[in-house]
């Protein structure tokens, strides 16, 4: 009789604690989520940015990953001194310049708790950079870009404000920081450690970044929506 009922007892502790196990135990995959985003804003200029973005891909990091790409507005620098760096002498011409960047982005996002907003993240990760600036001498027979391609670092804050269950506005800011790169155009390139290629004399890299107006450290604050699928 003593044996029956410990058989019992023991039957019905296995069966409750398979249950809650059932009810407790992680999922055997991740459920991950994805959405991108449409922004504009201040990029040191005027900037714009589409992005994409999986979250939960993992129940053992709480990480997201965005990928992005943007198109950013510059100031070009100083017409006169591009073009003694990396042209010539003459100051015949009318100035007029224009300049844009396109960048890459890859952050790794980790979610924090920001007052009492359900959704924020804390972001880090690598960058690349493209920036050209363009100078012509209108009357003067001079047209020529100048280019540079640098990596860099970022971080920053993002957070979203719920619409709808697919739909969120967000607000993001945060600091870049790019390494020097080799800096050319027209036959003329200036490297950061001094080797430059046909580069004029009496001037340097740091001449040719300046006159470009070559990025370095970038504040960024954007806004837009993020649609989730």
Do not use: C, W
């Not at 991108?36 to 979250?55: C, E, K, Q, R, W």
């Amino acid at each position: 009789m003593l044996r029956k009922i410990f058989l019992i007892v023991a039957v019905f502790i296995f069966i409750t604690a398979n249950i809650i196990a059932q009810k407790t135990a992680p999922p055997l995959a991740a459920n991950p989520k994805f959405s991108f985003g449409v922004m504009v804003g201040y990029t040191d200029n005027f900037g714009a940015n589409l992005s994409g973005m999986i979250t939960d891909f993992s129940y053992d990091i709480p990480l997201a990953i965005k990928f992005s790409a943007g198109y950013n507005v510059r100031d070009a620098g100083n017409p006169l001194d591009a073009r003694k760096i990396f042209i010539n002498d003459n100051t015949n011409g009318d100035p007029d310049k224009s300049a844009h960047s396109i960048d890459l982005r890859l952050d790794f996002a980790y979610p924090i708790n920001l007052f009492s907003i359900r959704k924020s993240y804390l972001t880090i990760g690598p960058r690349y950079s493209m920036h050209s600036s363009t100078f012509n001498f209108v009357g003067g027979n001079e047209f020529f870009d100048i280019s540079t391609s640098q990596f860099g670092l970022g971080a920053g804050l993002e957070t979203y404000f719920g619409i709808s269950p697919t739909l969120s506005f967000v607000f993001a800011g945060g600091f870049d920081y790019y390494f020097d790169a080799q800096i050319g155009g027209h036959d003329s390139f200036y490297n950061p450690d001094g080797t430059d290629v046909s580069g004029r004399e009496g001037y340097t890299y740091d001449d040719a970044a300046k006159s470009i107006n070559a990025p370095k450290y970038e504040f960024r604050l954007m806004a837009g929506l993020s649609f989730g699928l």
